[in-house]
């Protein structure tokens, strides 16, 4: 069963545990349903991926943007300090993105990988710090909505994620199988968490987001 939260503040997050997460922002998608790179869709006067980054770089000392070879993306002035962002080509784009996480787990040296997917417009630090707080020794924590996991905005022991290249070789190519290796925490329907992959809902999540403000 999925569990629900209360809100967190961002100040109860002490700096022992962002030294401890590394976060991992996959941008590369083929983007099909939405017709262009979602990646770079206009979110408030900045690329939808650089105001991810700015979500989840205050909870992370390292963050790995995963792009593919064709988006040369870079850090716009004004990004946040305080966190390493690094980027990192997927070898083989449009893979999925398991294979993309097996391409780059070789780099993630710290105990906690968050992993973030581009069609996140409504995600806050304030959720990504709830989803921080239900981590357990050895199990990921996995965001769930309408009752289906979602394994692109999860928490994993870095470990954990490691599996990754050996579930690709196996012939799996669902991030979904990184949900099926053992017990994990579960935070519930919360909006931050609600994914968009066709462009009219996307506009629709804008309009929620402006109305909020």
């Not at 787990?105 to 973030?116: E, S």
């Not at 809902?201 to 909020?212: C, F, K, M, P, V």
């Amino acid at each position: 069963m999925c569990k629900h939260l209360a809100p967190l503040k961002l100040a109860s997050l002490g700096v022992a545990n962002k030294a401890e997460l590394c976060a991992v922002l996959l941008t590369g998608g083929a983007s099909k349903r939405m017709g262009c790179d979602k990646a770079l869709l206009d979110l408030q006067g900045q690329p939808l991926w650089a105001a991810l980054v700015g979500q989840i770089a205050p909870i992370c000392a390292e963050l790995w943007v995963l792009q593919s070879p064709t988006q040369h993306l870079s850090l716009p002035t004004g990004s946040p300090k305080g966190t390493d962002i690094k980027f990192f080509e997927d070898p083989q784009p449009h893979q999925g993105p398991l294979y993309g996480l097996s391409q780059i787990t070789p780099q993630l040296t710290r105990p906690w990988t968050l992993v973030v997917s581009t069609d996140l417009p409504l995600l806050t630090t304030e959720f990504l710090s709830d989803l921080v707080r239900l981590k357990e020794p050895n199990k990921p924590v996995f965001s769930c909505h309408q009752g289906r996991i979602n394994p692109l905005l999860a928490l994993y022991p870095t470990d954990w994620l490691k599996q990754a290249p050996a579930l690709w070789q196996s012939g799996r190519q669902d991030a979904m199988a990184l949900s099926e290796q053992g017990p994990y925490n579960q935070i519930n329907d919360r909006p931050e968490s609600r994914g968009v992959n066709r462009l009219g809902d996307y506009q629709a999540a804008i309009r929620e987001l402006g109305t909020s403000q």
